[in-house]
């Protein structure tokens, strides 16, 4: 799936509520009633807004009902433009069109034991992994939600209900490093066979990944569905050649490698666009790269490369397409 999915389900905006600073929640339906298409823990939808933008955002419901569907938007000022239009514009009534449900994220079907690890909007997806777990007595789950204040943290109220008591963590930093969560009492051990799902900032999935090298790596994930870009101001411009045609492609600074190759008319799959999935990965045959993601492993890097967030540390990587 990405940025291109067919977003052919007409919805109609039942509900705009403001649940913290800056994040507003959006409830829709079918625009005809009935159902919905099901959809598990950790799916996201694709969203054209009426702007003509299509964005991807988190189903943050519960997945048990049908009726209706959830995101929680962050208004991104940073962001491309997405989040700004919806929190600002969007109203109850507004008529929608969306894909069905895609999941990169499925909580995996023999774990018992989760860790979450949520940042700001990053809350999102595991809400509805939380009200998944809620409906199984036998799964067991303690989340930790990290906000620089109360008031930006969403579903607050909802996480405080007696049901999640024990089970939910708050954590609030001033945005001060120094009053970071401590990390290392989570994760220290791996304790029945747990596994540790993130959704946050950048800085907070990269130290969870630092903090969790000696987990195995198919027990850490990570999720992300920014609206930020992930380049950064003294990106500079490379070239890609592909293995198999040598064809030369440029990628300009402010445009990643999966959208120029895009440009030049190639089919990519990508999903997350974010460095968390791992569904674009693509051998690396030569270069140095810059490696931005959260998927690959240290040995990984070596040969590999996520083509959505990742660049060129050499004025030219080759890559195996
Ligand atoms: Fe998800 Fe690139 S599309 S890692």
Request: hydrophobic share 40%; glycine share 8%; aromatic share 6%.
């Amino acid at each position: 799936m990405n940025a291109t999915s067919q977003t052919d389900i007409p919805v109609r905006v039942t509900r705009v509520d403001t649940i913290a600073e800056g994040i507003v929640l959006f409830e829709m339906r079918h625009r005809d009633g009935g159902a919905l298409p099901a959809f598990t823990a950790g799916s996201h939808i694709s969203l054209r807004i009426p702007n003509g933008m299509v964005r991807k955002y988190a189903l943050c419901g519960d997945p048990a009902e049908h009726e209706r569907y959830r995101i929680a938007v962050k208004r991104e000022d940073q962001g491309r433009g997405g989040s700004v239009y919806l929190c600002d514009n969007a109203r109850e009534g507004d008529e929608w069109a969306i894909s069905a449900p895609a999941n990169d994220f499925e909580l995996p079907q023999r774990g018992d034991n989760f860790i979450f690890i949520a940042g700001g909007i990053g809350i999102a997806p595991v809400m509805a992994m939380i009200h998944e777990l809620s409906n199984d007595p036998a799964k067991k789950f303690k989340l930790y939600y990290c906000a620089r204040r109360p008031e930006l943290a969403a579903f607050r109220e909802r996480l405080s209900a007696p049901e999640f008591k024990g089970k939910v963590a708050f954590h609030y930093d001033d945005g001060d490093p120094d009053k970071a969560l401590d990390l290392w009492p989570i994760v220290e051990e791996r304790k029945n066979r747990a596994h540790i799902y993130c959704c946050a900032p950048h800085g907070l999935m990269q130290a969870v990944r630092d903090a969790t090298g000696h987990w195995s790596p198919a027990a850490v994930h990570f999720l992300s569905f920014a609206d930020a870009p992930s380049q950064r101001p003294d990106d500079t411009a490379f070239r890609v050649k592909l293995a198999s045609t040598a064809e030369l492609i440029d990628v300009p600074a402010g445009v990643t490698i999966l959208e120029a190759l895009r440009a030049r008319g190639h089919t990519v799959p990508s999903s997350c666009e974010s460095g968390t999935c791992g569904t674009c990965r693509t051998g690396l045959i030569a270069g140095k790269a810059d490696h931005r993601d959260l998927v690959l492993t240290d040995d990984e890097r070596q040969s590999q490369i996520m083509l959505c967030v990742s660049r060129a540390l050499t004025p030219e990587i080759v890559i195996d397409r």
